[in-house]
């Protein structure tokens, strides 16, 4: 998309991160990451919980905490996610 000049939207975006996150592939969601990042989509909650899920999917827990951290106003579902991943990845911290 970005090569032919097209943006994409929050909800491509989503689905992009949980694509990535359902088959584990950590590199293109790292990639999606920073392309969030340049857009300014690391701001929309919805974005936040997508990583912080797709990171945990790819065994990736310490940077789901990291993303989950840098968050300055947290609502349930992002708490809901991040402990709903620590059980998936058997924490108990």
């Known amino acids: ?3 032919v000049g097209l943006d994409a939207s929050v909800a491509t975006v989503l689905s992009l991160l949980s694509a990535a996150g359902d088959i584990g592939n950590f590199g293109v969601g790292k990639s999606l990451h920073g392309y969030c990042f340049k857009i300014g989509f690391c701001s929309n909650l919805n974005v936040i919980t997508a990583l ?3 990171y945990a999917k790819t065994g990736h827990i310490d940077l789901a905490l ?5 968050i300055a106003e947290k609502d349930v579902v992002l ?3 991040l402990i709903g991943n620590y059980a998936r ?3 108990k911290e």
């Open 52 to 54: 912080i899920d797709l």
């Open 1 to 3: 998309m970005c090569w």
């Open 89 to 91: 990845n058997g924490i």
């Open 66 to 70: 990291q993303v989950f951290d840098g």
């Open 79 to 81: 708490w809901n996610c």
